[in-house]
């Protein structure tokens, strides 16, 4: 679950991360008006959806876009576009995926990575930070770099 204010309305939305199934799932918005919230778009994921983190991936705008991590060693990112009005649309499948995360995908997060670097300058793109289980004793970090508009790169 994360939450940000999505469609441009001035109120804090959510983001939660579903388990439909044995190994089914999605992402839900729940938008937030004056008086509660309310379900307003949806989109499936490739498993039981495990965390979610909301920020800005493709650079064409800023609004926040979607990363979530499931138990099909998956981790997925819907770019989100608003409509019209106070509208944010969620795409109806995913606009970027990585099949194989190399485990079940506990944690994700967005972060600049290279803000400061010697080497990159100040890199205006977020990167992926994700924490898999590979075992019940071990995990992993994989950090997928964001060097291109519409692609991230692991």
Same mark, same amino acid.
Request: glycine share 14%; hydrophobic share 40%.
């Given at each position: 679950i994360d939450t940000a204010e999505m469609d441009g309305d001035s109120y804090?939305? =959510?983001? =939660?991360g579903t388990k439909t199934g044995n190994n089914a799932g999605g992402i839900e918005l729940w938008r937030?008006? /004056?008086? /509660?919230?309310y379900k307003a778009d949806e989109?499936?994921?490739? $498993?039981?959806?495990?965390c979610v983190d909301l920020g800005p991936i493709d650079i064409d705008d800023n609004y926040p876009d979607v990363v979530a991590g499931n138990g099909s060693q998956t981790v997925q990112a819907w770019f989100v576009t608003r409509g019209s009005g106070d509208s944010a649309l969620l795409p109806s499948?995913?606009?970027?995926?990585?099949?194989n995360a190399g485990g079940e995908v506990h944690a994700v997060e967005l972060a600049k990575l290279e803000v400061g670097s010697a080497t990159w $300058?100040?890199?205006p793109l977020y990167d992926l930070v994700i924490g898999t289980e590979v075992s019940a004793t071990t995990g992993e970090i994989v950090i997928y770099m964001n060097p291109y508009v519409w692609t991230l790169q692991q």
């Amino acid at each position: 679950i994360d939450t940000a204010e999505m469609d441009g309305d001035s109120y804090v939305d =959510i983001v =939660i991360g579903t388990k439909t199934g044995n190994n089914a799932g999605g992402i839900e918005l729940w938008r937030g008006t /004056g008086s /509660g919230f309310y379900k307003a778009d949806e989109a499936p994921a490739d $498993g039981a959806v495990l965390c979610v983190d909301l920020g800005p991936i493709d650079i064409d705008d800023n609004y926040p876009d979607v990363v979530a991590g499931n138990g099909s060693q998956t981790v997925q990112a819907w770019f989100v576009t608003r409509g019209s009005g106070d509208s944010a649309l969620l795409p109806s499948y995913e606009s970027w995926g990585d099949a194989n995360a190399g485990g079940e995908v506990h944690a994700v997060e967005l972060a600049k990575l290279e803000v400061g670097s010697a080497t990159w $300058g100040d890199d205006p793109l977020y990167d992926l930070v994700i924490g898999t289980e590979v075992s019940a004793t071990t995990g992993e970090i994989v950090i997928y770099m964001n060097p291109y508009v519409w692609t991230l790169q692991q």
